[in-house]
């Protein structure tokens, strides 16, 4: 074969040899027999000379069956004409939810492939996680919206727009904004793994959305997968009738068309107001430096034009709109977007706090009487302190919080100021992660270096005056004559797990002080256990953080004493021992008062060495505490 040159040459269809009929390489060999086809011609290959000589015969290809270059054609042409218009009886806005690693991205994007939306030669893993710390991390943090157009068994085209979301818990406000923006929801479950935390907790949230749920079983490859007892957990647990369930492979692109068929017949179209005063619900938006505010929406009534007049109810202020758009999933201007459609908007705004999060757009001059009932705010449960490590970057820092909140709707912040690390800020998080990624966010888009606080939560502190004074730092607790007592927070917390660690978890909640409910036997091998568990563990932090901090912060020349204190109170205490100079390794002998001497003259050094020396304490110290080994606690 090696030695044998190729030629291609062009011959009419019906002298083309059938086995050549549906073989396909490279798109680019799609895009020439399409071309060709168009002209009643073929492009086929033939070996040797023009297959003229007899001592050299065509090899007998092997039976290879292979979709036809025409239908994959069509997917990919249709994809490519998302842009076009359809009623609002042929659009459907569904979100996809699961747990975390159950293949939700996987399936997003084999969704995108399968339509077109995106090509082979475009496509790579987690498409819609378009931020590094999403692919280094392997989960997705920000929701991302993707406008796809499919064409059903029947001819019929339709418009789909996809909201893709996070996994994790400490990012369940995405979820939650991304649910009220659609009519259904694809509940992705791990066919090997069964019912997991946010799979039930995400459900809820899509419940009380009023959205119609579609179960998926996914990852039915693998060899541990068992379809029937996912089936069953889901229908015991949440409630749901699963004798419907897609059995799908999004890796292998097993069940993908059946899933897109079910988006079509059972997730119901938008109600169609187009002709109502324009109202939309903003989702999603971030700061682009040369365009402003880029505000992600959802037209619930009426329509939104180019050049429109529009108006933000919340924050009443009025722009005119210089672009508008779908997210397919790059952005790609459209004249007109009517009710039903997701898409985007720029309008010149500079100033973030004219377009947040859950706020109404209307028309200035054709205004809507109510607003929508817009997001439940995010309650923090997790705080800290971050400050610059160059006081200088003060103002950058809070310029940062302000364009990330823009982003982040479930970030906190306040003003605050430490005697040892001179203005900061107080941010509340959702959780643990949520706030190592913030941290990172902040470091890497916005070239910061900065210190962070250890975390803690808010405590209730009862005075005699009968005042009540929530402290997330302990720097705010009221002096001790003034209290009559302290209230911290608690979690109800239901855990799922497989019956052989039923006796570890349960002794890991005893160690932090948890109080047991009850216990159920869901299936056979899964129960839930329940637990009442404090959300804060002061006194193991304290005594961890002053040995993190010994073991991290380098010696000095003179004694360093660290010490964790609440109020006035100390509750841990530590000390780095001063690095000595050998003194006496001159003195072979003589009288013991010249060593003496010597001593006394090297500790008069090191006490004036503690009053003017500085310690350099590492941010890695202060994270430290967020690794916290179960030894060390």
């Known amino acids: 074969m090696d030695l044998l040159s190729r030629h291609y040459q062009a011959v009419p269809q019906n002298d083309l040899h059938p086995a050549f009929l549906g073989l396909s390489v490279s798109h680019s060999q799609l895009s020439l027999s399409h071309a060709r086809a168009e002209r009643g011609q073929r492009c086929r290959i033939l070996l040797g000379t023009r297959c003229q000589s007899s001592a050299i015969e065509a090899p007998e290809l092997p039976d290879i069956k292979l979709p036809h270059p025409s239908s994959l054609l069509h997917a990919i042409d249709m994809g490519k004409d998302r842009l076009s218009k359809v009623p609002v009886s042929q659009i459907r806005n569904f979100s996809i939810i699961a747990h975390i690693d159950h293949g939700k991205s996987t399936l997003a994007d084999k969704l995108l492939q399968t339509t077109g939306t995106v090509s082979d030669r475009e496509m790579k893993q987690q498409f819609l996680d378009n931020m590094d710390l999403e692919r280094e991390r392997g989960i997705t943090i920000k929701l991302q919206a993707a406008r796809m157009r499919y064409v059903t068994k029947d001819g ?102 059946e899933i897109l068929e079910s988006i079509v017949t059972k997730i119901p179209a938008p109600k169609d107001t187009s002709t109502n005063p324009l ?62 459609e997701v898409g985007y908007l720029a309008a010149s705004i500079r100033s973030v706090a004219d377009a947040r999060v859950g706020d109404t757009i209307t028309n200035a001059a054709k205004k809507a009487e109510t607003a929508l009932p817009g997001y439940q705010e995010a309650t923090p449960m997790v705080f800290c ?12 820092l809070r310029d940062a919080l302000e364009k990330l909140q823009l982003n982040d709707a479930a970030l906190k912040y306040e003003p605050e100021s430490s005697t040892a690390m001179g203005f900061g800020f107080r941010c509340g998080f959702l959780g643990l992660l949520h706030m190592e990624i913030v941290q990172e966010r902040l470091e890497r888009e916005y070239s910061l270096n900065l210190i962070t606080t250890a975390p803690s939560v808010v405590y209730r502190v009862l005075c005699v005056d009968d005042l009540v004074v929530e402290c997330s730092n302990p720097s705010e607790l009221p002096d001790p004559a003034n209290r009559v007592a302290i209230e911290e927070p608690f979690v109800n917390i239901e855990m799922i797990t497989p019956k ?87 003195c072979y002998g003589g009288d013991i008062s010249r060593k003496k001497k010597l001593l006394k003259k090297q500790a008069e050094g090191k006490k004036r060495m503690k009053s003017v020396g500085r310690v350099e304490v590492p941010q890695d110290a202060f994270m430290a505490v967020l690794r916290l080994e179960k030894e060390v606690v």
């Open 279 to 340: 109202r939309a619900l903003i989702f999603d938006s971030y700061y682009d430096a040369y365009r402003g505010v880029i505000v992600y929406f959802r037209v619930v009534d009426g329509s939104i034009k180019k050049h429109d007049k529009i108006l933000f109810m919340a924050s009443d202020k009025e722009y005119e709109v210089d672009e508008i758009g779908v997210l397919s999933p790059s952005q790609m201007q459209v004249d007109e977007l009517v009710a039903g």
């Open 156 to 257: 019929v085209p339709y418009c789909l727009n996809l909201i893709d979301t996070p996994g994790h818990v400490d990012f369940s406000y995405e979820v939650s904004r991304s649910l009220a923006a659609c009519e259904g929801a694809l509940l992705v479950v791990d066919a090997s793994q069964g019912v997991e935390a946010q799979t039930l907790a995400n459900v809820y949230l899509a419940l009380e959305n009023n959205l119609e749920i579609i179960p998926v079983l996914n990852k039915i490859d693998l060899p541990g997968a068992d379809a029937e007892r996912v089936r069953s957990e889901i229908e015991e647990i949440v409630g749901l009738d699963c004798s419907d369930a897609i059995l799908c492979s999004a890796k292998e692109g097993i069940g993908i068309r």
């Open 385 to 396: 302190g971050l400050f610059p490590v160059d006081a200088d970057q003060f103002t950058e």
């Open 500 to 586: 052989a660690y039923i006796g570890p978890l349960m002794e890991l909640a005893q160690e932090r002080r948890g109080e047991f409910k009850e216990m159920q036997y869901i299936t056979e091998n899964r129960a839930t256990v329940t637990y009442i568990l404090p959300l804060a563990e002061a006194f193991s932090v304290g005594r961890a953080l002053t040995q993190k901090l010994k073991e991290l912060i380098p010696r000095q020349m003179f004694k360093i004493p660290i010490q964790a204190a609440i109020g006035s109170r100390i509750i841990a205490s530590e000390a780095i021992s001063a690095m000595r100079k050998d003194v006496l390794a001159k």
